[in-house]
């Protein structure tokens, strides 16, 4: 389980992830289950829910994914769960009923207005990426970044 969720690559599974004061407090993530779709996820520790940090990371996610020519998302929800459900509407998640938790899959549509700068985070991704010496997004180039 570790290293699956470990295994990011900048292309087929993408993880962004939001500190305060040096400490996680949120991640979101997409996984590609097929060449055009990928799987959402996102979370946020209790005490910063209702700040608006899912919609940022979530944004910041599908950002990336719409960049590496994913066009639709999955994603799994709990019913209970009204903030995940309101979030993933936001991406053009269409949710259904299915054995006791919500899931869906529709086309992946970026909310505007836009809550994040997204030409920022495809920058810094590709930099991040650079820098660390490791795999460029889908499609990137060193030169795109110099």
């Given at each position: 389980m570790v290293?699956?969720?470990?295994a990011v690559d900048g292309?087929?599974?993408?993880?962004?992830?939001?500190?305060v004061d040096?400490?996680?407090?949120?991640?979101?993530?997409?996984?590609?289950?097929?060449?055009?779709t990928a799987d959402l996820a996102v979370e946020?520790?209790?005490?910063?829910?209702?700040?608006?940090?899912?919609?940022?990371?979530?944004?910041?996610?599908?950002t990336l994914a719409r960049a590496?020519?994913?066009t639709r998302i999955t994603?799994?929800?709990h019913p209970a769960n009204r903030a995940s459900v309101r979030l993933m509407r936001r991406f053009g998640l269409v949710l259904h009923l299915c054995d006791g938790v919500l899931e869906g899959e529709s086309a992946l549509r970026l909310p505007e207005p836009a809550r994040i700068d997204r030409a920022a985070v495809l920058d810094l991704a590709v930099r991040r990426?650079?820098?660390?010496g490791g795999p460029l997004p889908c499609g990137a180039t060193a030169s795109s970044v110099a």
């Amino acid at each position: 389980m570790v290293r699956a969720l470990t295994a990011v690559d900048g292309c087929h599974h993408v993880a962004w992830l939001a500190t305060v004061d040096g400490r996680p407090v949120g991640i979101a993530r997409y996984v590609r289950v097929t060449d055009d779709t990928a799987d959402l996820a996102v979370e946020v520790v209790d005490e910063h829910h209702g700040r608006g940090l899912g919609s940022v990371l979530l944004e910041a996610v599908a950002t990336l994914a719409r960049a590496n020519g994913v066009t639709r998302i999955t994603a799994t929800v709990h019913p209970a769960n009204r903030a995940s459900v309101r979030l993933m509407r936001r991406f053009g998640l269409v949710l259904h009923l299915c054995d006791g938790v919500l899931e869906g899959e529709s086309a992946l549509r970026l909310p505007e207005p836009a809550r994040i700068d997204r030409a920022a985070v495809l920058d810094l991704a590709v930099r991040r990426a650079v820098g660390a010496g490791g795999p460029l997004p889908c499609g990137a180039t060193a030169s795109s970044v110099a």
